[in-house]
């Protein structure tokens, strides 16, 4: 962190407040731009800047575009950034994540941070609260997969929770996605 005590250190902090700035206005302008995304990374981090700052600005970017990829890695970053992730922390994203299922299911951005998610969930130490957010994600799968029938997604986010029809799950996979459905037809057979 640069502090700006002397006129060196208040010259490196003016400098980093315009590249942020000007990461500011390049992400208006194309707020998939993932080397962006990335140089904002270390401009944030030079500037001190906390991570609850930098989570809201990623919000704002996916209540935006709920298809921008970048928003939803860079918000991932942060977070492993911060360490294992608690229940309660796992819980509010996924919610987040549930929102762009249900305003734009065949969107993958939001369901491959979901993806993400689950991993971190699967990590939470305590069996009780691990058990009751991936069961609660399960649910909310099955009730997207329900309301989109036709929508892939859900069905690949279940297989991965462990849902307890995988064969089921497998076969309707390969006929929602054909492009893909040897993998689905291998999956289903294992």
């Known amino acids: 962190m640069i502090e700006a005590f002397g006129t060196e250190e208040g010259k490196a902090r003016e400098t980093l407040e315009r590249e942020a700035k000007l990461c500011a206005d390049m992400l208006n302008a194309d707020d998939r731009n ?3 995304w990335a140089y904002r990374r270390f401009v944030a981090e030079k500037l001190g800047r906390g991570v609850d700052e930098e989570l809201q600005y990623t919000l704002t970017k996916i209540e935006n575009n709920f298809s921008n990829y970048s928003a ?3 918000r991932s970053a942060i977070l492993e950034s911060r360490g294992a992730a608690d229940a309660e922390t796992l819980e509010r994203e ?3 994540a549930s929102n762009a299922f249900y305003t734009e299911p065949e969107d993958q951005s939001a369901w491959m941070y979901h993806r993400w998610l689950t991993s971190r969930a699967r990590a939470i130490e305590d069996a009780k609260d691990r058990e009751s957010l991936l069961e609660r994600e399960r649910q909310t799968c099955r009730e997207v997969s329900d309301l989109e ?3 892939k997604w859900p069905l690949l ?3 991965s929770l462990g849902d307890e029809h ?3 799950m ?3 996979l390969a006929a929602l996605d054909p492009a893909r459905g040897g993998y689905y037809r291998e999956r289903r057979s294992e």
């Open 34 to 36: 993932f080397h962006c």
């Open 72 to 74: 939803w890695h860079y």
């Open 94 to 96: 996924f919610e987040l």
């Open 149 to 151: 029938p036709t929508c």
């Open 157 to 159: 986010a279940l297989a």
């Open 166 to 168: 995988p064969r089921e």
């Open 170 to 172: 497998f076969q309707n």
